[in-house]
């Protein structure tokens, strides 16, 4: 790719962004999208539409942007919680590494480069190749490959600080948020998977008998799942059919109302369609409540319990201790918040569960291979000579410069994300078959999957395609390939579900120490390439102080981020000890962990989902 290309992939980046906040600034002040740019606003009741014209709704303003900036970490954290705190440290964390990364990278090793081969100029730079701005254009031996030594050390040291910086500033809110909370139902309970069999006795029977023996000071109650696999198909049913009654609700008239029954429509009398799917969905209820009545009473049990204490302490030493000689046995696992339960694996058998996890496993590989495919064609459209080769009808349009520019610089980034944005909601779906019991793991599970998917196919094998196009590939010249080949790379809408209480940095961490990991490595085979030997030996210690760093931060912060501490689950418990609400809460503790397939839905009564508990608290 040519300096040109680049350019233009830019300008029109930077034209579309433009485009896109002014319509955006536009649309938002519509009454009609009120509910498409604002819908939480709008369902809290803070925001209403209005319908009086006023002429400054038809021109874009910037003021949202700025207002946008102007939210507070207080404000954000009592608004959405500490997830969405997390969220923007993340980006604040970004903006700083590659701040410090682009300031050296453009106006330090750019020119150096460019300036590195003694017969580089300043003419015709529009048609300079991307090459000659990379390392590749240094001379081997020169002094000034020491510069990205140095570089490579700064760069290293500055993100490695940000990294203690974060990691410890966002303990410290993990730990004040803990210690600020409301009592969560899942601090109060642990899950209890593989309840053993007994004769003539009921899971639940076995779960109360083996609590009330082992922690009889601190069991308060339990609540075993059941298989609601059928209830769930009625629900999904009687949800789609629920929605298309509304739509024709929204949108009735005549000649959309009826229709004709019997054979193709062709030999009966004409139906109201809302009275014959208002009857559809009555009937559907019915059968609803009559299967979630027997699934309630005499459904089968499944070996696995929300089992709840009555103190946070309690659950602790219950989560943590080991409950029966069999390891297999009264395994626990910390309980996720009742909103973040993924229930469909409950039901599921063991072997279902593993052969679920290798069809994963399979599948995620077959996807990054397949994945090979376009990433390979991009690549392909970066370089003129090679796009000539594999599209000869092309050959006359590509001599216009600004065809050119746009298939070379902009196009193939434009193919490659669109291709990316398929990848995540296929990676969360591959991780809600693998057997996660909660929404929050199947989404960290999802994000470790698309990391290493994007490791993989959009730096390797995007570095590597090239080469793989034009000659075969020795595996023993990958290092000295990505050596040459890497310097040529470059609230008001959403409602939090479940609260993770900032587990997702953690992955931010680690992915950033692999990728520091990755360039010095890389760095140590740029300076054995560039005949520069005391360099790439004082590289060495470079990845082994960074793991090091990583390790202290393992063994410091990341406990925090995995569970509390005795001493704050009890101090928070002391604090409770006086809070005259206690009592409410654990009387709502007892059903917090019951399947929403069990509880009653009304559609016929009420606009919207009616839910009220099938049975009782006596009941369980």
């Keep these: 790719m040519i300096l040109s290309a680049l350019l233009t992939s830019v300008g029109i980046n930077l034209a579309l962004c433009i485009l896109f906040f002014t319509l955006y600034s536009i649309l938002r002040k519509q009454p009609g999208n009120v509910k498409v740019y604002v819908p939480r606003l709008v369902a809290e009741g803070i925001l209403r539409q209005s319908s009086d014209f006023n002429l400054e709704r038809l021109l874009p303003s910037p003021g949202w942007v700025k207002r946008a900036w102007q939210l507070s970490e207080e404000e954000l954290l009592s608004m959405s919680g500490l997830d969405a705190v997390v969220f923007m440290r993340i980006f604040i964390f970004s903006l700083r590494v590659f701040s410090v990364a682009g300031i050296i990278g453009i106006f330090i090793l750019l020119p150096i480069n460019f300036v590195g081969i003694n017969d580089s100029d300043f003419s015709d730079l529009p048609n300079k190749s991307l090459d000659q701005f990379s390392i590749s254009n240094v001379n081997d031996g020169s002094k000034r490959l020491w510069v990205h030594f140095c570089a490579a050390y ?52 076995s779960v109360e008998i083996f609590f009330l023996e082992y922690h009889s000071s601190t069991y308060l ?32 008239d005549s000649q959309q109302s009826f229709q004709r029954g019997g054979f193709l429509g062709l030999f009966s009398q004409r139906v109201d369609i809302v009275d ?7 009937d559907l209820e019915e059968n609803l409540r009559i299967e979630q009545s027997d699934v309630s009473l005499r459904g089968e049990e499944v070996p696995a319990a929300f089992v709840c204490f009555k103190s946070r302490y309690g659950a602790a030493i219950a989560l943590r201790i080991q409950q029966s000689i069999n390891p297999t046995q009264w395994v626990t696992e910390q309980a996720p918040e009742p909103h973040d339960v ?8 063991f072997m279902r569960r593993w052969i679920s996890k290798v069809v994963v496993i399979v599948a995620t590989m077959v996807l990054i291979v397949v994945f090979l495919i376009p990433v390979v064609f991009v690549q392909g459209l970066t370089s003129l000579d090679m796009l000539e080769k594999l599209l000869p009808f092309l050959k006359s349009v590509l001599t216009i410069a600004f065809v050119s520019q746009v298939i070379t610089g902009y196009l193939p980034s434009l193919i490659l994300q669109f291709f990316l944005s398929l990848v995540p909601p296929v990676m969360k779906l591959f991780s809600s078959m693998q057997g996660y019991i909660s929404h929050s793991e199947i989404e960290k599970s999802a994000c470790y999957k698309v990391l290493w998917f994007t490791i ?11 080469s793989v196009l034009n000659v075969f590939l020795d595996p023993k010249n990958i290092p000295s390939r990505l050596a040459v080949g890497v310097p040529a790379q470059l609230l008001n809408v959403y ?26 490595i890389i760095a140590i085979g740029i300076f054995g390439l560039k005949k520069l030997p005391l360099a790439s030996s004082l590289m060495v210690p470079l990845p082994l102080l960074t793991l090091l760093f990583n390790e202290y931060c393992r063994k410091r912060f990341l406990p925090i981020f995995q569970r509390y501490s005795a001493e704050s689950l009890i101090k928070k418990d002391k604090q409770d000890q006086d809070d005259p609400t206690m009592g409410e809460f654990f009387d709502k503790l007892v059903t917090a962990y019951r399947d929403p397939s069990t509880l009653r839905i009304g559609y016929c009564q009420t606009t919207g989902r009616n839910y009220s508990p099938l049975l009782s608290a006596a009941d369980v």
């Design 154 to 205: 700064l760069i290293t040291g500055v993100a490695c600080y940000l990294l203690y910086y974060e990691y410890g500033y966002i303990s410290s809110k993990r730990i004040a948020y803990f210690y600020s909370s409301k009592p969560q139902p899942h601090q109060f309970t642990i899950l209890v998977r593989g309840i053993p069999a007994t004769a003539g006795r009921s899971f639940s029977d």
């Design 221 to 252: 109650s339990h609540s075993v799942v059941r298989q609601t696999s059928k209830l769930r198909g009625l629900i999904l049913d009687a949800d789609k059919l629920y929605k298309r009654l509304t739509h024709l609700k929204s949108r009735r």
């Design 276 to 282: 014959n799917y208002e009857k559809k969905l009555v």
């Design 342 to 349: 993924y229930w469909p694996f409950f039901s599921a058998t």
């Design 456 to 466: 993989w196919n959009i730096f390797f094998a995007y570095v590597l395609s090239g």
């Design 495 to 520: 409602s939090p579900k479940f609260e993770t209480g900032g587990k997702f940095w953690p992955i931010v961490h680690n992915s950033t120490v692999f990728s520091l990991i990755l360039m010095q």
